[in-house]
């Protein structure tokens, strides 16, 4: 159950010479920056390294290309190392996104040919689920989780759906509407008992969970950098332990297609890789400023205060149950009528820079409205404050006139 305690607003984290955190990003200090979950933020010294790539790409490109496949499978090698897997598991691509599409035209149709998925599935990824679908001629079952189940309620609601007929199970590891995570290693062990293949949606587990792969058991997992790691956009990892690895190719096919997996997806035509061989200056500069346990430890202090600030503002008293929460996120609903569906939720979202002078999430689950906060380092206790003064306000007043956000 969640604690309705009022928690002790934790310290701001510094840089070492004294500086707030936040003077290593370049975010607009105009806007309050509460939503790092669904884009992240690139901090100065990743930025940098990746203008110096391209300088050198754009001097000599006849040098660069024939040279980038080795210096790719150094920066995967830097990357499993964080993620504490083994970089022959490991490929890039360009989202999580793309990394579902990647395990989707590698699998084979089945006898029925049913794919699960969950309510709290993010709805690019449930898309491409149900596309699969079609090309079988199947269907796409949809388990109902409770927003405040536990491990075990979870489990068996994923699993009520499961029969001889399922031919793929999706499953996220940390849902992205609802900010909580789903026993995936549980599934996924049930799952190989049954031999049904099962891929795993990580996109926001690298950064917020210590070892998102160890214990878990399943064909593929996808995991994006670019949000919590902080690399540069148009980073992830795609992992693959079992046999499916064999039939997985990357998006283009190029000079290394005939390569084993991964080595095949280091090479993509003229892709521009510079965001993927700059990833592990973000990543280390969490690791050599602060550590990256103490930014966990400290992400959840953070998004808990924070979620009790903006929460009592609302008049809600307390954030949401969410059965499992997850480090760095939290949710606290909005008051009745907003964000009802994703159309209206994104429509808040995209008013929310102009009139509430914020970037800040909000999501939608069960016709039910809530802002998603999601924290970084560069974020303190007087952001939240700042939002329950300045923001709340200006929502309470969408809700008094009815507006939805559609």
């Not at 007087?382 to 939002?387: C, G, L, M, P, V």
Request: glycine share 8%.
């Amino acid at each position: 159950m969640t604690d309705l305690r009022a928690p002790a607003a934790p310290r701001p984290l510094l840089l070492p010479d004294g500086r707030p955190a936040a003077d290593a990003w370049t975010l607009d200090p105009g806007l309050l920056h509460l939503n790092h979950g669904s884009f992240g933020g690139v901090p100065r010294a990743a930025q940098q390294r990746q203008s110096a790539l391209r300088d050198e790409m754009e001097r000599a490109p006849v040098v660069w290309f024939p040279g980038l496949t080795g210096r790719i499978a150094a920066a995967r090698a830097e990357i499993a190392a964080h993620l504490r897997t083994d970089p022959a598991d490991l490929a890039l691509v360009p989202n999580a996104s793309a990394g579902v599409s990647v395990v989707h035209a590698a699998l084979a149709a089945r006898p029925g040919g049913d794919i699960v998925v969950t309510d709290h599935g993010y709805g690019a990824v449930t898309m491409s689920a149900a596309r699969l679908a079609r090309r079988w001629g199947t269907r796409v079952r949809t388990a109902r989780v409770p927003l405040d189940a536990d491990a075990d309620r979870a489990h068996d609601a994923v699993m009520a759906e499961v029969d001889a007929d399922v031919a793929l199970i999706v499953l996220d590891q940390i849902t992205s509407a609802t900010a909580r995570l789903l026993p995936v290693a549980r599934v996924g062990a049930e799952a190989a008992r049954l031999g049904i293949p099962f891929l795993v949606d990580g996109a926001h587990a690298p950064g917020l969970l210590a070892a998102p792969l160890d214990g878990l058991v399943c064909d593929a997992w996808v995991g994006n950098l670019h949000k919590w790691g902080c690399a540069p956009r148009g980073t992830a990892a795609l992992v693959a332990r079992g046999p499916l690895r064999t039939e997985l190719h990357p998006p283009i096919d190029s000079w290394s297609a005939d390569a084993p997996f991964p080595d095949r997806f280091d090479q993509q035509g003229t892709v521009d890789a510079t965001a993927w061989l700059a990833a592990p200056t973000a990543l280390d500069l969490v690791e050599t400023t602060w550590g990256w346990d103490t930014v966990r430890g400290h992400l959840d202090d953070l998004a808990r205060y924070g979620a009790h600030v903006v929460a009592t503002a609302l008049g809600t008293a307390h954030p949401v149950d969410v059965g499992l929460p997850v480090p760095g996120m939290r949710l606290v609903r909005l008051p009745e009528g907003l964000a009802p569906t994703r159309v209206a939720a994104d429509a808040l979202r995209d008013r929310a820079p102009a009139e509430l002078g914020a970037e800040a999430a909000f999501t939608s689950f069960d016709g039910i409205g809530y802002l998603r906060l999601s924290a970084h380092v560069y974020n303190t206790p007087a952001d939240y404050y700042r939002f329950a003064e300045q923001c709340v306000p200006v929502i309470e007043k969408w809700a008094r006139e009815g507006t939805d956000g559609a």
